[in-house]
T-cell receptor, first 114, second 112 residues
Framework: QKEVEQNSGPLSVPEGAIASLNCTYS??????FFWYRQYSGKSPELIMS????GDKEDGRFTAQLNKASQYVSLLIRDSQPSDSATYLC??????????????FGQGTTLQVKP | EAQVTQNPRYLITVTGKKLTVTCSQN?????MSWYRQDPGLGLRQIYY???????DKGDVPEGYKVSRKEKRNFPLILESPSPNQTSLYFC???????????FGDGTRLSIL
């Protein structure tokens, strides 16, 4: 059974701090990794995608991927109360077959306190 | 405006009464899929479709059917709903390659 694991939280950080969200996955053949943000009662919204080892930055968000350790993380700098949401890690587990099948983690709830 | 439209948004019904949740997209995406989201279990894929007339099972297909007769539509059918299908359902689409996926607003189903 291919798995994606996240700590459900809640992760609580003060406004302006760096929030660090972590995700591990079991399938070594995984090639594509995504972070979605989901506000309460809303649908998941894609915020970052990463395909190769290293860091990828987009504004206040940085995704980090380490395929050897089967680990992907999301850093949110200068956290704002509006960042309070559940963050879902998603991993494509089909390798080169490219069927698009995603496995989602349970999500980490982030609370940013003013 | 790029949209994934699900209907209905909310439905309360009874065990055994067939229902269909529609999903329509205006982005000409090849890939469409259905997920259910339950507390503590995250998002789980029910069925997905790579293109017209091409569908396959996800992780939790039991009790569900789908069809893909047109590229823009991917309805989810519950032939004989049961209470354990009470959940929040999302339709998602993607262009060729199936990723990343873009989600509809969700359908909350309650089966009594």
């Amino acid at each position: 059974q291919k798995e994606v694991e996240q700590n459900s939280g809640p992760l609580s950080v003060p406004e302006g701090a760096i929030a660090s969200l972590n995700c591990t996955y079991s399938d070594r053949g995984s090639q594509s990794f995504f972070w979605y943000r989901q506000y309460s009662g809303k649908s998941p919204e894609l915020i970052m995608s990463i395909y190769s080892n290293g860091d990828k930055e987009d504004g206040r968000f940085t995704a980090q991927l380490n395929k050897a350790s089967q680990y992907v993380s999301l850093l949110i700098r200068d956290s704002q109360p509006s960042d309070s949401a559940t963050y879902l890690c998603a991993v494509n587990t089909d390798g080169s077959s490219n069927t698009g099948k995603l496995i989602f983690g349970q999500g980490t709830t982030l609370q940013v306190k003013p | 405006e790029a949209q994934v439209t699900q209907n209905p948004r909310y439905l309360i019904t009874v065990t055994g009464k067939k229902l269909t949740v529609t999903c329509s997209q205006n982005m000409n995406h090849e890939y469409m899929s259905w997920y259910r989201q339950d507390p503590g279990l995250g998002l789980r894929q029910i069925y997905y479709s790579m293109n017209v007339e091409v569908t396959d099972k996800g992780d939790v297909p039991e009790g569900y059917k789908v069809s893909r007769k047109e590229k823009r539509n991917f309805p989810l059918i519950l032939e004989s709903p049961s209470p354990n299908q009470t959940s929040l359902y999302f339709c998602a689409t993607a262009d060729r390659g199936g990723q990343p996926q873009h989600f509809g607003d969700g359908t909350r189903l309650s089966i009594l």
